[in-house]
């Protein structure tokens, strides 16, 4: 079983539409991250939490908001999507505790999000 | 300047060569090193951690960390062409890893 999972893997919707995208993982880790992936931009970082009651905002927050409803659970929402988000959004996790206390993040399998 | 510069290629070798990626920045703080390599419609998989200055080998990679230069490189030996993937170098200080934007690499059969 794969230990991030993302739901759904593919969405297809229209400008003004809301959207949320979640997150789910078995990892037990503290902390989550949220990430969007375009050709030419590589992964630039929308929010970050680092246990339930924290929320960060990352390089490229505006016009998306998340929320922590658990440690395993992490969720993005486009309140009001519009066409240039359309991408590749990743969720991510890591383990301060860990042996690699520089913060290696595990990936889920990303969603395609389209806005027409 | 972006904090991680890194060449977005593409990258094309033939089989069997040596392979050499890189990737500068600018943020002195930056102590942990890490290469991810992505392959297509898949999330980034840690390939290679590096803590500080020096080198890492592991199998057919080599990762090598100058922070001096400000400097990270990655070699691929005998590469093969399940080695074709996005090669993402990522650094940090205490705080959420800072991405480069990635190399593709295509090896040639």
């Known amino acids: 079983d794969a230990d991030v999972t993302q739901t759904p893997r593919n969405r297809i919707t229209k400008t003004g539409k809301r959207i949320m995208l979640e997150c789910s993982q078995t990892k037990g880790h503290d902390r989550m991250y949220w990430y969007r992936q375009d050709p030419g931009l590589g992964l630039r970082l929308i929010y970050y939490?680092?246990?339930?009651?924290?929320?960060n905002k990352g390089e490229i927050s505006d016009g998306y908001s998340v929320s922590r409803q658990a440690q395993a659970k992490f969720s993005l929402s486009l309140e009001s999507a519009i066409p240039n988000q359309t991408a590749l959004y990743f969720c991510?996790?890591?383990?301060?505790?860990?042996?690699?206390?520089?913060?290696?993040?595990?990936f889920g399998p990303g969603t395609r999000l389209t806005v027409l | 300047q972006k904090e991680v510069e890194q060449d977005p290629g593409p990258l094309s070798v033939p089989e069997g060569a040596i392979v050499s990626l890189n990737c500068t920045y600018s943020n002195s703080a930056f102590q942990y090193f890490m290469w991810y390599r992505q392959y297509s419609r898949k999330g980034p998989e840690l390939l290679m951690y590096t803590y500080s200055s020096g080198n890492k080998e592991d199998g057919r990679f080599t990762a090598q960390v100058d922070k001096s230069s400000k400097y990270i490189s990655l070699f691929i030996r005998d590469s093969q062409p399940s080695d074709s993937a996005t090669y993402l170098c990522?650094?940090?200080?205490?705080?959420?890893?800072?991405f480069g934007k990635g190399t593709r690499l295509s090896v040639i059969a």
């Open positions: 991510a996790t890591s383990d301060p505790g860990g042996d690699r206390v520089g913060n290696e993040q595990f």
């Open positions: 939490s680092f246990d339930v009651k924290d929320i």
């Open positions: 990522a650094m940090s200080a205490d705080t959420p890893l800072v």
